[in-house]
């Protein structure tokens, strides 16, 4: 999504106010929980809806 809207990590990181270190926990699918707050400001930012963003994987 976000080479879609050519913004970098950097620029992404301050729009939705995360750390590079947090923000790469999301993109690489290790973080364990995601505050509403937080996917709120993944929509904003990339103009599109939770679903977009979300998988759910069965394990």
Do not use: H, W
């Not at 937080?38 to 904003?44: F, V």
């Amino acid at each position: 999504m976000m080479a879609k809207r050519k913004m970098s990590l950097t620029e992404f990181a301050e729009k939705v106010d995360l750390t590079l270190a947090n923000l790469s926990i999301l993109k690489t699918g290790k973080a364990k929980a995601v505050r509403f707050s937080t996917l709120e400001a993944l929509c904003k930012a990339l103009d599109c809806q939770p679903g977009d963003l979300l998988e759910y994987k069965m394990e």
